[in-house]
């Protein structure tokens, strides 16, 4: 039999036959045991949990049994299908990384909660409202309410956590009704007078004419049980106008409210459960405890003789009047109920003065002729995730009911505890909205009951920082709480199936090495700070460097799978046999080989050691030592590539005295003025991406002669002078903020560099993803070098700095005046103005900051970002700029180029231009996302958030182009992640 006492009430235009749907109204009695017996630390026990047929209550008999059916079909959540095992958490991430699937921490399984590693290495706990498993023998069983025969006489159900025992039939001086726990955490519940053998359905027993025309009807939950009286006709009222039930309980005591509600204390005076104020109603329309037709029930907590100072009994007086009234339809419901545990939901409706935590059901909008409705879930402060860094976070609800398949919105707020007393009139803080979904199901086959996912990842995430709660809670709300198509249901965590549940992915904060890609990326800075020098060789030992990462990290990941690797090879994808390779070792080795090799004179011993220490002790000597062979090889074949590159040359180059043409400043040679004959790392030559020429000049007569030259070197003399006045504070600051030629200082492509990682750190990219951001930036600035010294040495304009070209008669310009007192605004540790030792068009650190922008744009698919920069320069100590475009930043180097003195604008614009060729280059021809004709299986998640969020992630650092998630069933919340 399947009770419907929780449908809306008929309405115009309502489905045919919903109106006419039997409400057998009840007397439900729930008890369950404290939530600290037999729990293991750090659970909470959820408070009564309702069947799971009842999860269709609100829906129409065919979607109930649908619904049911559904239920039914729903998998056991711990050690799904493709799920490992492992006794403790080190031991997990191992397998999970080796095993490259889910593995389950057996050692955190609670009643309510399982926690897996993830292949990833983060971790990820499902956290039901209500157990889902108990221990028996010493064994986890999965709970499961049905009611069977005992050999005894008696009925009991299959596996229940509280040893749930019911009558099996007793004499004419009746007995104890329902049994739950043993010893000193024994509720037992009794029945004065004669109780039939019962008629046995799933998890429902049903004592047939107890009293004349009156039912007695018990429901196994999870965790305890309901107890209802079912008046069947009018001839039944007589008999039900006193009904005593005793409640018997190791010192038990109860106290009355103010509201009509009772508190249960045990023996130590805790608190322990809770008898909310009684009601009944009767069939004319309307859910458990919120029905149209209403009356108060009369309660007396009476104890019983001297001789039993463990029980009271609860004597009930139900409404006269109500049952006599003419227009009281029956069946009738009597409606006490008694809980006992720590988990708690409820709901509140406008005008509504009654307790309705004990309902099954979660009430969100207006239902018609009501006033509208809000509800709160509570979920206990769980260990697992204090102080971790909640990655993904999804409040799992079973939609049952709603008024259309319409798509109505509803919202998931972040509030304040209720209570038992909670009503319309005192709800607790809603403090911020965190989710707003428009999912609406349960109404018909057309949007039929099923899971439905918000993402409260930022909730969540608050939640893991709090040190000092117990207890937090979610309210849920309708967005229009005045139309009655909003109006929803769902199962609350009283359901013995389909209670709400959190699925949330965490990862441990990180440690000084969380992300060894961003360390050795230090110490690239730091090694550039102590051998200095021109930025083209410091750029090759980066792009070197990063390289060789992403092959070693790439062969790595690649060994869990093939779907698991970063995408095509930069050189070599290396092997491995045996153990799968840690991607950190390997990360480690990759740089420190080459570092080591090009820097012969510096020792990176402790820069190495330093790292290794930061591997987990959970990664075995067989995992590290084949990630270290894997790095070594990686940059083995970095270094070998790179041999005979063009990057050692003998070549000097002292300029020409001739107008025009670059010529020391300072007597230094011109620095590195082969570097653009060096083999690229992804351009087929320096040349391919070379300028047209200032204002598209090719020959030095033609420039010096031009109007647009004139007005190039008249605005540098203006604004770039050490004594400008033109030049503001602001742009000042700029000038030497972006500076940093000084030896000491990370030069362009470390400051760079330093902001690839805050960017980075702001998005929180992961390990994966910033292996090829750090390759494609080095790649692109790399070859930026070599395109500019290209454009610098290799044409027929290598152009003298503004320094010599104001200071200096000669140019044949008449627009143009000498000024040999002229200075540029640039200077060194002591205060002496310098122009940089090489040719000035194109800019160094425009190509540069070119390259950077385009790479950085196409990495994360857009070009608006805001973020705050910091610089190395001596003489702009302390000094960050706030920028809010990559290429924004990019405009602002070059251009600070110009303020400092030693550029013309052209150099700027030209050389943005000519490293943004550079860097698309690179993101379409190096480090390609994997490729699939077709769909390809990653990984089965269990929730649709969950799917979502890899699936994003895996785009979103170019390692696949497209993802999709598909349900397994709407039974559950599993999906299905694709990729090609």
């Excluded at 080095?778 to 010294?789: K, P, R």
Aim: aromatic fraction near 8%; proline fraction near 5%.
């Amino acid at each position: 039999m399947q009770r419907q006492a929780g449908l809306p009430r008929s309405r115009p235009g309502q489905i045919p036959g919903r109106g006419a749907r039997l409400r057998s109204l009840a007397v439900p009695l729930s008890v369950l045991l404290l939530a600290e017996a037999g729990l293991a630390a750090g659970a909470a026990l959820p408070a009564a949990a309702a069947p799971a047929a009842q999860a269709a209550k609100a829906a129409k008999p065919a979607q109930a049994a649908q619904a049911a059916q559904a239920a039914k079909a729903a998998p056991a959540r711990a050690g799904g299908a493709g799920a490992g095992t492992a006794p403790d958490e080190a031991s997990a991430r191992t397998a999970a990384a080796a095993q490259e699937r889910q593995v389950e921490v057996l050692g955190a399984r609670t009643e309510n909660t399982t926690v897996w590693a993830n292949p990833d290495g983060t971790m990820t706990m499902e956290a039901h409202a209500g157990p889902v498993r108990f221990k028996r023998n010493g064994a986890w069983v999965d709970v499961d309410a049905t009611l069977v025969e005992a050999a005894d006489g008696s009925v009991r159900a299959k596996a229940h956590p509280r040893g749930l025992k019911l009558s099996g039939g007793t004499g004419s001086a009746g007995g104890d009704l329902v049994t739950l726990g043993s010893g000193a955490r024994t509720v037992t519940l009794g029945w004065k007078g004669k109780l039939p053998e019962p008629v046995l359905k799933g998890h429902r027993a049903t004592y047939v004419n107890v009293m004349p025309a009156t039912d007695l009807v018990v429901e196994a939950t999870r965790t305890g049980f309901e107890q209802y009286l079912v008046l069947k006709d009018r001839s039944a009222a007589e008999r039900v106008e006193d009904v005593a039930l005793p409640l018997r309980a190791k010192g038990l005591d109860a106290v009355r409210g103010a509201d009509g509600s009772v508190t249960l204390t045990d023996g130590e005076d805790r608190t322990v459960g809770r008898i909310p104020a009684p009601v009944m109603w009767d069939s004319a329309g309307g859910k458990k405890r919120t029905g149209g037709h209403r009356a108060p029930v009369g309660l007396k907590i009476a104890g019983r003789d001297a001789g039993d100072a463990d029980g009271v009994e609860l004597r009930l007086s139900p409404d006269r009047d109500f049952l006599a009234d003419p227009g009281t339809t029956y069946p009738v419901t009597v409606d006490p109920a008694v809980y006992l545990g720590s988990n708690f939901d409820t709901s509140v409706r406008k005008g509504f003065s009654e307790d309705l935590s004990s309902s099954i059901a979660l009430l969100v909008g207006r239902e018609y002729g009501k006033e509208q409705a809000r509800s709160f879930l509570h979920f206990p402060q769980y260990d697992a995730i204090l102080g971790k860094e909640i990655l993904n976070a999804e409040l799992n609800l079973y939609a049952v009911w709603s008024d259309t398949c319409t798509p109505k919105s509803w919202e998931v707020w972040d509030t304040g505890l209720a209570s038992s007393s909670t009503r319309w009139s005192n709800q607790p803080a809603w403090r911020a909205k965190v989710a707003t979904s428009t999912e609406t199901l349960g109404h018909s086959a057309d949007c039929a009951v099923q899971w439905v996912h918000s993402d409260i990842t930022d909730l969540v995430g608050k939640w893991a920082k709090k040190t000092d709660a117990t207890q937090n809670a979610v309210g849920l709300r309708a967005t229009n709480e005045t139309e009655y198509e909003s109006f929803k249901i769902f199962a609350s965590g009283d359901d013995v199936a389909n209670a709400p549940s959190l699925l949330v992915t965490y990862q441990t904060p990180a440690d000084p090495v969380k992300d060894h890609v961003e360390y050795w990326n230090d110490v690239l800075l730091a090694t550039y700070r102590t051998v200095g020098g021109p930025p083209g060789p410091l750029s090759r030992a980066g792009a070197m460097m990063h390289g060789a990462i992403y092959d070693a990290a790439n062969s790595a990941r690649c060994a869990e799978g093939a779907t698991r690797c970063l995408g095509a090879p930069y050189l070599v994808k290396v092997p491995s046999t045996g153990a799968v390779p840690d991607i950190n070792s390997a990360i480690d080795h990759a740089a420190f080989g080459v570092l080591d090799a090009l820097y012969p004179d510096l020792d990176f011993d402790d820069d190495i050691a330093n790292a290794r220490s930061s591997i987990p002790a959970a990664v075995t000597a067989e995992q590290r030592a084949a990630g270290t062979s894997v790095g070594q090889q990686a940059a083995a074949a970095m270094l070998n590539a790179r041999q005979a590159d063009g990057s050692v040359s003998g070549t000097v180059y002292n300029g020409s005295e001739t107008p025009g043409f670059w010529r020391p400043t300072d007597g230094t040679p011109g620095d590195t003025p082969d570097w653009g004959l060096v083999k690229p790392f992804a351009l087929t030559s320096g040349s391919q991406f070379r300028p047209a020429g200032p204002a598209g000049h090719t020959t030095m007569a033609g420039l010096l002669g031009s109007s647009a030259y004139a007005t190039q070197v008249n605005e540098v003399k203006d604004i770039g002078g050490a004594e400008s006045t033109t030049r503001t504070a602001d742009q000042t600051r700029a000038a030497l903020f972006w500076a940093n030629d000084l030896n000491g200082t990370y030069k362009p492509p470390g400051q760079l560099f330093e902001m690839t990682r805050i960017v980075s750190d702001r998005n929180n990219v992961s390990l994966e993803g910033n292996v090829k951001l750090f390759a494609l930036a080095a790649f692109s600035m790399a070859d930026a070098a070599i395109t500019a010294w290209d454009a610098k040495y290799r044409t027929e304009v290598d152009l003298w700095r503004p320094e010599s070209a104001i200071r200096l008669d000669g140019d044949g310009n008449a627009a143009t005046t000498a000024d040999p007192d002229w200075q540029p605004l640039s200077q060194d540790y002591n205060g002496a103005h310098f122009s940089p030792a090489f040719p000035a068009y194109i800019s160094g650190h425009a190509t540069f900051a070119g390259a950077w922008a385009k790479a950085m744009e196409q990495w994360f698919r857009t070009d608006s970002m805001t973020f705050t920069a910091t610089t190395d320069d001596p003489n702009a100590v302390g000094v960050t700029r706030t920028f809010t475009s990559f290429s924004g930043a990019a405009a602002e180097d070059a251009q600070g180029r110009v303020w400092l003195g030693v550029h013309y604008s052209w150099d700027g614009t030209d050389g943005v231009t000519a490293g943004n060729r550079v860097a698309e280059h690179v993101a379409v021809t190096k480090l390609k996302p994997n490729q699939s004709a077709d769909w390809t299986k990653y990984e089965d998640l269990r929730n649709l958030a969950g799917c979502e969020a890899v699936g994003r992630k895996l785009v979103a650092e170019h390692r696949w182009s497209s993802y999709r998630c598909e349900r397994v069933t709407t039974a559950n919340t599993d999906h299905v992640l694709y990729v090609k």
